[in-house]
């Protein structure tokens, strides 16, 4: 989050799992437009998947240094481009630590190179330029990446139950989003299930059961379909990771989320507060 003052590079030299290669979701994205981290193309994904060593046939495991933040998205972006042999790593770093078990403290040279290769793949990508042996395959899933205009259209239809991840009072729009000159509020017809109620204290993603309840307890019905959004499209994806456990596996994300849709005039782009 841009009030964090966080360097996650730096935070993956300290301490890492062992053999983990690093996934920056601020470079590996849409270098056409001015919202954080969105998604990129398929030519830029496979680029940068290429270079970090990545093929069809490996298994990904995806974890972050909070426990469940950002490692959601990463997993969603690798299932839009038909990658499905991906997992989050329950409880992430944290978990890790606790359960008492080895941490890599110096980054390979090799690590170094791919994290920047990657980086660099995307560019030339967005710059027209030839980029290097592509050895991951993509396979855009759209029905799982919704877009200003779909959400749009379904304010008036809903046919989707929009649920947003963000916190209860940027929700209400009584307090402040953490991007400057964003105003707080939300996308009129959306419930709000913030995105810490999908995991306990340890971190750990909750049972299905569990799960379920936070939804029901919000007056979301799963029996009918959902999509999700949140500030920049990051945590929205730990809504999605929570409703795959209790069997929702096609849930889109509107991935220019809040930022996206605040940004737009409000005569066509209606926002709603609870204090309205």
């Given at each position: 989050?841009p009030v964090e003052?966080k360097n996650?590079w730096e935070?993956?030299q300290?301490?890492?799992?062992p053999?983990?290669?690093?996934?920056?979701?601020?470079?590996i994205?849409?270098?056409?437009?001015?919202?954080?981290?969105?998604?990129p193309s398929?030519?830029?994904?496979?680029?940068?998947?290429?270079?970090?060593?990545i093929?069809?046939?490996?298994?990904?495991?995806?974890y972050?240094?909070?426990g469940?933040f950002s490692?959601?998205r990463?997993w969603?972006?690798?299932?839009?481009f038909?990658?499905?042999?991906?997992?989050?790593?329950d409880?992430g770093l944290?978990?890790?630590?606790a359960?008492g078990f080895?941490l890599?403290s110096?980054?390979?040279d090799d690590a170094?190179?791919?994290s920047?290769?990657?980086?660099k793949?995307?560019?030339?990508?967005?710059n027209?330029e030839?980029?290097?042996?592509?050895?991951?395959?993509t396979?855009?899933?759209?029905h799982?990446f919704w877009t200003?205009?779909k959400v749009?259209h379904n304010?008036?239809a809903k046919?989707?139950q929009?649920?947003?991840?963000?916190?209860?009072?940027r929700f209400?729009?009584v307090?402040?989003?953490?991007?400057?000159?964003?105003?707080s509020?939300?996308?009129?017809g959306?419930?709000c299930v913030?995105?810490?109620?999908m995991?306990?204290d340890?971190p750990?993603?909750?049972?299905a059961?569990?799960?379920?309840?936070?939804?029901?307890?919000?007056?979301?019905?799963l029996?009918?379909p959902i999509?999700?959004?949140?500030?920049s499209?990051?945590t929205?994806?730990?809504?999605?990771l929570?409703?795959y456990r209790?069997?929702?596996?096609d849930?889109?994300v509107y991935d220019?989320?809040?930022t996206e849709?605040?940004?737009?005039?409000?005569?066509?782009y209606?926002?709603?507060?609870?204090?309205?």
């Open positions: 989050m003052n996650p935070e993956y300290v301490a890492h799992i053999g983990a290669v690093f996934f920056d979701i601020d470079s994205v849409d270098r056409t437009t001015d919202l954080p981290h969105m998604l398929e030519e830029a994904f496979a680029a940068a998947v290429s270079a970090l060593g093929k069809n046939q490996d298994k990904v495991i995806v972050d240094g909070k469940f490692a959601p990463v969603w972006m690798f299932r839009v038909g990658h499905n042999k991906v997992w989050v790593l409880g944290p978990q890790w630590r359960s080895d890599g110096a980054s390979p170094v190179l791919k920047k290769t990657a980086n793949a995307v560019e030339r990508v967005y027209g030839v980029t290097n042996t592509i050895t991951f395959q396979e855009f899933q759209p799982l200003l205009e749009a304010v008036g046919s989707y929009q649920v947003d991840a963000r916190s209860k009072g209400d729009g307090a402040p989003e953490p991007r400057e000159g964003v105003r509020g939300h996308i009129p959306s419930k913030p995105f810490p109620k995991f306990d340890a750990r993603l909750l049972s059961d569990e799960l379920r309840q936070k939804f029901q307890q919000a007056g979301i019905s029996d009918h999509v999700v959004s949140c500030g499209g990051v929205a994806c730990i809504l999605a929570g409703l209790i069997g929702k596996h849930v889109p220019g989320s809040w849709w605040e940004a737009q005039s409000d005569s066509d209606p926002k709603a507060t609870t204090t309205a």
